[in-house]
Nanobody, 128 residues
């Protein structure tokens, strides 16, 4: 059974950078969708970035475009979220997620209801 474990969260000042990691255990043989979400207390979980592991398609929500990059090391099955120029409003619990049956047509969007595997989350706090 595949499990996802996030790491790399922490506290950083505004303008700083962090890179989150999501390690997938278990055997994943087919291309699929990976995504990062974030959630602050009292708000819905928001899709931040997503990618199709079998191609070049990547999606970013507008508030992080140009600052965040999602990528994967396929050899190790680790998916990363590189975050630069962090802002206070990026403060949240960040979750990685997988849709092992997704990616039809090579597209993967960060729609929460389409993802069935979730990590436990890693906290990112940006101080202004």
């Amino acid at each position: 059974q595949v499990q996802l474990v996030e790491s790399g969260g922490g506290s950083v000042q505004a303008g700083g950078s962090l890179t989150l990691s999501c390690a997938a255990s278990g055997n994943i043989e087919t291309s699929h969708c990976m995504a990062w979400f974030r959630q602050v207390p009292g708000k819905e979980r928001e899709g931040v970035a997503s990618m199709y592991t079998g191609g070049s398609f990547k999606f970013y929500t507008s508030s992080v475009k140009g600052r965040f990059t999602i990528f994967q090391d396929s050899a190790s099955n680790i998916t990363y979220l590189q975050m630069k120029s962090l802002k206070a409003e990026d403060t949240a619990m960040y979750y990685c997620a997988a849709d092992l049956w997704g990616g039809s047509g090579g597209y993967c969007y960060a729609n929460r209801d389409e993802y069935h595997l979730w990590g436990q989350g890693t906290q990112v706090t940006v101080s202004s």
